[in-house]
């Protein structure tokens, strides 16, 4: 079996409680948000663990240490602990500890009450800015009382409110505050896009007939008068001139259709129908934040853990950058009895994967991943090879490599002639069919590689619909059902792509800009990329169609101090790249975010020469602008799940098939020592669950793999109801 029974088993769970959320007698699946109607959620949080004499034991038969503080290390400081305007996994793990949202994940991945004791939904009807009666959805949300926020220093500063969370989408909704998961609340939350806007344009207008032209760095795109009306400047056709000015509708923040109706009722009213919505409270963007401090603080909220309060499981009471971080038990918590780890100690350190092992066997932390260097050495000692088990396989994050259609490197990359060659389909489906997955993955995951292998950018067994796998729908069925490496194959599209690319101006090598940053592994593999592509595409057949020169260059660069986002992957600093990207929510839809225009992975979207380089054609551009129109198609089916699935394939597989993306895997997978066993932690295939430590023991023992499959076993029982 290609993948873990308990991924798909999570995966139809989850979807059953989506579709029947809160009505205990609603159908396994429905499908069809229309017929469940006025559905109120009235469970309770039932992971809670009976009062025992003597030292907790574990499912597995490990005994809970006596001092429940959990050390571990880390190598890279956070960016920012604002939980509203991050989108990285590495920054939410703050708030996933110490902020509990409307809903959270149990240990088998069904949706429970958390900061919500109830909610109910209904289609409404209304008018939007466009004039229209369009169909939309409205949730409303029981905050459960008695919650309260305290500072870092466990001092309680004042009730959590429903205000706490309308807040909280009309800061995400504030162009001002530059949040990066925005997207998640506009073109959601009714009004949220127009309030983007509106505050985006407060922010960059300049007083109207002192317009700034200028054709290389881009014309001013707003204007204010006198009174305060902001305009949309209109150009000339070559963009020289202003032709107009178009009145911008002022959007106020109580225009943002999140409102609280009292003190602990707060209602989401949707611009259309998402009955995966509550999946989407995993999300930092949808949690609350107290609403007086993020009036005095802004943008300077959540710099560090002074300038932010917590509700949640812990209480970052410490925090040094690059020294150390201290999360507290919250003894006040509604759900503290399941909170059972009292601390988490996280010391810095930037050789942290250097000299973890060596820390974990003298004691000093709890757990560390044994990468593929170390674990023969480790599988070949009788005492550590018990020490070890597999990480969890959650799909959570899926892996795929991009090209760049609008490269921003150095002039020594040769940026132009990348853009020729990136641009000739045949030249995408050759590296696309010559690049060895199998190969690579065996870097990292040499036991069990075939495994985390995906044909499909959304994961397998992730999105079930009666029974049927979302990547077996439409058009992604016979990717997913086959390896797209093919060496002959390969060669022949190369065969083709030579003389298309000498046409249009290009010449070879085409030089390849692959970045990673400095680990064992990541350029372990990156080196494989380069061996096998200069061994497939550099023979001497294929040179004979350049004229005697080498086909391809794969040029690696350790994109180190730069840092990965906002140094390569944001910049465009880059050829191919290794990419991924994490499900914000339990949808397909969550898998077209990286792709669409105004993304910043494959750069794909920019239609003008902004940097001096012509980097699209007409058919790349027509490539993408299908792609754009299907996906917004498959958005507007929400009713019917086959539908949905059937549109949003046919979108993905648009993308596959033009070799725009080369799918490669998920996470999980690899070997790690852990006094922890993750079976008893949160769990879901999408959001912030499994960053959670709520739930979790520490125990005397390592976990071993006979239990970590003994485990896995019981969990999948557990979810089937065997």
């Known amino acids: 079996m290609k993948k873990y029974l308990a991924l ?37 949080n039932t992971n809670t663990t009976p009062e025992v004499e003597g030292p907790h034991v574990g499912p597995d038969g490990r005994v809970a240490r006596e001092d429940q503080t959990y050390h571990s290390t880390y190598s890279s400081e956070l960016t920012t602990l604002n939980y509203l305007s991050t989108g990285t996994t590495a920054n939410l793990v703050v708030g996933a500890n110490c902020i509990d949202p409307l809903v959270e994940n149990d240990q088998y991945g069904n949706i429970v009450p958390c900061g919500a004791t109830e909610w109910s939904i209904e289609d409404e009807e209304y008018v939007n800015y466009d004039g229209e009666t369009v169909l939309g959805q409205k949730w409303t949300f029981k905050i459960r009382e008695g919650q309260k926020w305290y500072d870092y220093q466990g001092n309680e500063m004042g009730d959590v409110t429903a205000h706490d969370y309308v807040a909280g989408i009309r800061y995400v909704s504030n162009a001002v505050y530059d949040c990066s998961n925005s997207y998640l609340v506009e073109g959601w939350v009714r009004g949220a896009a127009e309030a983007w806007e509106y505050t985006y344009a407060e922010s960059v207008a300049v ?14 795109e707003y204007a204010v008068d006198e009174a305060g009306v902001i305009y949309e400047v209109i150009y000339n056709d070559d963009d020289t001139a202003v032709e107009s000015y178009e009145e911008l509708l002022k959007v106020l923040p109580e225009d943002v259709m999140c409102e609280a109706i009292d003190e602990y009722t707060v209602v989401y009213h949707l611009e259309s129908p998402r009955p995966y919505f509550l999946t989407a409270m995993g999300f930092g963007c949808y949690w609350p934040a107290p609403a007086d401090m993020l009036e005095t603080w802004g943008a300077s909220f959540g710099t ?197 690319i000498q046409a249009a101006g290009g010449h070879f090598p085409v030089i390849i800009l692959v970045q990673y940053n400095g680990g064992t592994e990541w350029g372990s593999r990156c080196t494989l990329l380069q061996q096998t592509m200069h061994n497939l595409f550099n023979t001497d057949e294929l040179k004979a169609l350049t004229g005697g020169n080498n086909v391809i260059d794969i040029q690696i660069n350790n994109f180190g101090s730069q840092g990965f986002l906002s140094g390569t992957r944001r910049a465009g600093n880059y050829c191919l790249q290794e990419l991924n990207w994490g499900a914000d929510y339990s949808d397909p839809e969550t898998w077209t975010d990286p792709f669409v225009y105004g ?103 390592a976990m071993s793999e006979d239990m970590y499959y003994a485990q896995l076993e019981a969990w999948n029982n557990a979810v089937n109801g065997n």
């Open 8 to 44: 798909l088993m999570a995966a139809m769970m989850i979807l059953s409680c989506l579709a029947g959320c809160g009505n205990n007698d609603a159908p396994a699946d429905n499908g069809n948000q229309s017929t469940n109607n006025n559905q109120t959620n009235t469970n309770t």
């Open 207 to 220: 007083p109207k007939g002192q317009e700034v032209i200028d054709a290389e760095n881009g014309n001013s």
């Open 304 to 500: 560090d853990n002074t300038t932010m309060w917590f509700n949640g499981a812990y209480i970052l009471s410490t925090f040094q950058s690059q020294q150390s971080r201290i999360y507290t038990k919250n003894e006040n918590n509604w759900d503290a009895e399941n909170i059972h780890i009292t601390a988490i100690e996280q010391t810095y350190n930037a050789d942290s994967a250097a000299v973890s092992p060596q820390l974990y066997l003298a004691g000093e932390i709890d757990g560390v991943d044994v990468d593929a260097d170390l674990l023969t050495a480790w599988q070949a000692d009788p005492e550590l090879a018990q020490q070890l088990s597999p990480t969890r396989v959650t799909s959570d994050y899926s892996y795929f490599y991009g090209f760049n259609f609008e490269p921003r490197f150095d002039e020594q990359y040769e940026p132009a002639n990348w853009s020729v060659a990136v641009n000739v389909e045949n030249f995408r489906q050759a590296i696309k069919a010559g690049l060895n997955r199998q190969l690579l993955y065996q870097v990292s995951y040499p036991n069990n590689y075939n495994e985390l292998i995906e044909n499909t950018v959304s994961p397998s067994a992730s999105y079930v619909h009666n029974g049927k796998d979302y990547v077996t729908y439409g058009d992604l069925a016979p990717i997913s059902a086959k390896d797209s490496f093919d060496e002959a194959a390969a060669v022949e599209y190369m065969k083709k792509a030579i003389p298309e």
């Open 599 to 701: 993304s910043n992975y494959i750069f794909s979207y920019d239609t003008t020469a902004k940097y001096g380089v012509n980097t699209k054609t007409a058919e790349t551009l027509a490539i993408h602008e299908e792609y754009e129109r299907l996906v917004a198609e498959a958005k507007k089916q929400t009713a019917d799940m086959d539908a949905r699935y059937e549109a949003f394939a046919k979108a993905e597989a648009l993308l596959i098939n033009h070799a725009f993306i080369i799918p490669y895997g998920i996470t999980g997978g690899g070997y790690q020592a852990t006094k922890l066993n993750t079976f008893e932690g949160q769990f879901a295939t999408y959001g912030q669950a499994t960053s959670r430590y709520k739930g979790q023991w520490i125990y005397e023992e």
